[in-house]
């Protein structure tokens, strides 16, 4: 709204959805209605603002390409990261790529893994003391005491090790392996790398089998267990299996 109270009416064109999912017949939002625009038709020829016509729409949806599309869209999802995602649990990879562009680790107990994996990387690269590296590194996490920040940083980065090998993604393009250290935090390093070498051997079953669930509109399944409490997606997800869930099956 206070966007929109300083820019000129009669020099502005909004549009909005008449329909999505089950809402149909929407309408403008009120406070677009109470800054004055006057709403029209878009089959109308004549724009009453701008005397002339409408413009015209720069994507005709009815002649898009949907096989061109789908093909595109599936050959951003033939990497073995995103593939590796769907093998652990395709819930998770469900919400990750299909219903958001990237995840995001949003719990503190999670970027905790993500500070070390950090602190070691770095130490890795950089000629940097340890002291100076976490304090680079902690100005990422401004939440966290700098009690915090220390303790784990000492207790981690003795254990930073040699750089990781490059992974090329194409012919001019190489990512840094620890790049799946933060894809998967908590994961032991050998669980790691039987996923990731079971997602190669079967990468391509697992991109058919995800474009037939996406084209029968079957859902994708959660895999609960002790790697849910590391998951992007634990608060929305109703299979997710917290660690309280174990506790209280204990006492049963």
Known sequence: FIALEFLPVE?????????YLDKKNLKPAIYVQQMGFKEIEASDNDFPIYGHNLRENPYNFEK?????????????????????????????FYYSYILSEFPTFLEGFVQQFHFTELIRVARRVSSATDEEIIIG?????????NYKKFSLGKRYIRSAGRAKPLDGI????????????????GMKTDER???????????????SEIEEKIDEGAPFEAKPGVGCRYCPHLDICMEGELPVDKVMEAYR
């Open 11 to 19: 020099k502005t064109e909004l549009s909005w959805m008449e329909s």
């Open 64 to 92: 898009a390409d949907r096989k061109a599309l789908k093909r595109e869209s599936f050959c951003e999802l033939t990497s073995v990261d995103f593939l590796a995602e769907y093998q652990f649990c395709p819930k998770r």
């Open 137 to 145: 590194v902690g100005e990422i996490f401004p939440e966290w005491t």
């Open 170 to 185: 194409n012919d001019s393009v190489k990512i840094n392996r620890a790049r799946v250290n933060f894809q998967f935090p």
């Open 193 to 207: 790398d039987k996923l990731f070498i079971s997602t190669r051997k079967n990468e391509y079953e697992l991109v």
